[in-house]
């Protein structure tokens, strides 16, 4: 339920006009996580069992950001966009906690930036490996795909 609710902080963010950045993901996932201590980690981090380990630089924030920053540069295209932000939140993993969760928000923001709110998420949510640049690929085609159909259902709303 909080997640959601986090979402409708983001669509709120868009309407804004807010740029994403770190500070403003941190603010859903505050309401994601129903508590105020939410910040960059500051020691690495691992998931998927331990299996992954994410490290921790002086500069892994300041990347991270940039990333952020790139998310709305007008190329590549908003699928490829989308699921680099998407991905780039799970594999910096800043948050100690949440990030599957706070990737979504990110990928579910730039997507309502550009005016697409997706019909359905669950196709997105599966496991992803780091090292897998041709997961990262099918990720933005199945973006690509999502996205044309929430186009389409959109337009048939419309009159003609």
Known sequence: MRVLTALDVAFADVEHGRPLTFALMEKWQ???LGHDLV???????????????????SDTRARFERCLYDSAQPDPPLPSRAARTYLDVLFFHPFHDGNARAAMLALAFVLAREGVVLGQVHPLQTTRWADDAEGAADLAVLLGILITAAEHRSSRGRPS
């Open 30 to 32: 505050r309401t994601v």
């Open 39 to 57: 910040g960059f980690r500051t020691m690495p981090a691992y998931a998927k069992g331990g299996r992954e380990r994410y490290g921790l630089a």
